[in-house]
C-alpha cells in the first residue's frame, strides 16, 4: 500500500504532529470525500505500508521529526514557485523555500525530493517571460539537491472561479504551452535535471518531456529495492500517470493560501475545518460523530520480494 499525504492538503505544513501520532498508532481514519459519514480506518503498519508519498510547499515543520519514520520509505513532492502574495497569501519567501528544500535534500538525498513547479499561470502580471526567468532562477538553486522538476499549467475548474476572477487568469493556448514547455526543458536541461508534466494530455516529447506519475511505482521500487504490483489510479483523470494510493487528507484544511487551489473551494468550511484540528484525534480535522460508519479498509504491501532475490 501507497499513502498519498496529501493532495488534499499540506500535512508537512500545518498537520505533522497529528500525521506523526498516526504513524506511531499505526492506523488513521479518513473520510470518504462523497460520504463524509463513510470513515475508513487505515493500517499504517511498517509491514504493509510501502512508501509515503508527501505533497507540500512548506514541509520545514515535518523536516525535524523525520527520524521517527526510519521504518518507513517515503518521498517529497515539493511544490516551489515564485509568485507573490496575490496567489499564494500565507507561504514563506521564496529563498526560504529554497533554503527548506535543499535542507530536506541534504537530509535524505536528491532522488527523493522531486521540484514541481506547478501550476503555471498567466495573467497581466505572470507572463512567459516572467516564468522563465523565475523557473530559472530555482533550478539554478536547486539543481544540486534534486534529480527532476515536474510541470503542470493550471486547470480552470469551476469551483475555484470565485477565487480567482479578481486576478484575470487566462486559458492557455496550445501555441502557449509549447512555448513554455520548449523555454523550461531548455534550461532544466542545462541544469541536468529531468523534466516531465503532470496530467497534461499535451504531447511535449518534442522537447524531451514525459508524462509524470507523480505517485510513482518505478521510483518506489527502485528506492526499496525490489518490485511493486501496482496499478494504474483509476480515481484520478485519465492523463494522470500515478499508480494507486490512500490518501490521508481532508479537503478545505490547508493554509497556505493558494487562490488557485482546487482542494480549498470555500473559506468558511475551511477556517470551521481548521479550528477541529486535534493532533490526537485519528481523523484529520475532525472527530467521529453519531451517524459515522467506521470500516476497516483491506491493505496489503504490494512489494515482491521475490523478484529482487531473483535479480541478485
Not at 23 to 45: C, D, F, G, W
Not at 159 to 187: H, M, P
Not at 219 to 229: E, G, H, R, W
Request: glycine share 2%; hydrophobic share 35%.
Amino acid at each position: 500500500m501507497i499513502i498519498s499525504a496529501s493532495r488534499r492538503t499540506d500535512i508537512p505544513a500545518f498537520f505533522s504532529e497529528w500525521f506523526m501520532n498516526r504513524m506511531e498508532a499505526q492506523y488513521a481514519y479518513v473520510r470518504n470525500p462523497m460520504n463524509i459519514h463513510q470513515i475508513s480506518k487505515i493500517n499504517l503498519m511498517p509491514s504493509i505500508v510501502d512508501c509515503i508519498v508527501f505533497w507540500s510547499k512548506n514541509p520545514k515543520p515535518i523536516i525535524n521529526k523525520l527520524d521517527t519514520l526510519n521504518d518507513y520509505m517515503y518521498y517529497f513532492q515539493f511544490t516551489l514557485n515564485a509568485y507573490h502574495k496575490d496567489f499564494e497569501t500565507n507561504l514563506p519567501s521564496l529563498d526560504e523555500r529554497i533554503q527548506t528544500f535543499q535542507a530536506l535534500s541534504a537530509l535524505i538525498g536528491r532522488q527523493r525530493v522531486i521540484w514541481r513547479y506547478d501550476p503555471i499561470i498567466l495573467n497581466n502580471q505572470y507572463s512567459i517571460n516572467w516564468h522563465i526567468e523565475k523557473f530559472e532562477y530555482i533550478a539554478k538553486q536547486l539543481c544540486n539537491y534534486t534529480e527532476k522538476v515536474t510541470i503542470s499549467f493550471i486547470d480552470l475548474y469551476p469551483k475555484i472561479s470565485n477565487n480567482i476572477k479578481r486576478q484575470t487568469i487566462f486559458e492557455l493556448s496550445y501555441v502557449q504551452k509549447n512555448t513554455i514547455a520548449k523555454y523550461l526543458s531548455e534550461i532544466a536541461h542545462s541544469y541536468h535535471l529531468k523534466i516531465d508534466t503532470c496530467a497534461e494530455d499535451i504531447d511535449l516529447s518534442a522537447y524531451g518531456m514525459d508524462h509524470a506519475r507523480c505517485i510513482d511505482d518505478k521510483l518506489i521500487a527502485k528506492l526499496l529495492d525490489c518490485s511493486i504490483d501496482a496499478d494504474k489510479d483509476k480515481n484520478q483523470r485519465l492523463e494522470c500517470g500515478c499508480v494507486a494510493s490512500i490518501d490521508l487528507g481532508f479537503y478545505n484544511t490547508c493554509q497556505n493560501g493558494c487562490t488557485y487551489c482546487y482542494a480549498n473551494h470555500n473559506a468558511d468550511v475551511r477556517k470551521r475545518n481548521f479550528e477541529a484540528y486535534d493532533s490526537s484525534s485519528p481523523l484529520l480535522c475532525s472527530q467521529v460523530a453519531e451517524l459515522d460508519k467506521i470500516t476497516e479498509r483491506k491493505v496489503k504491501s504490494q512489494r515482491n520480494m521475490q523478484l529482487r532475490l531473483f535479480n541478485m
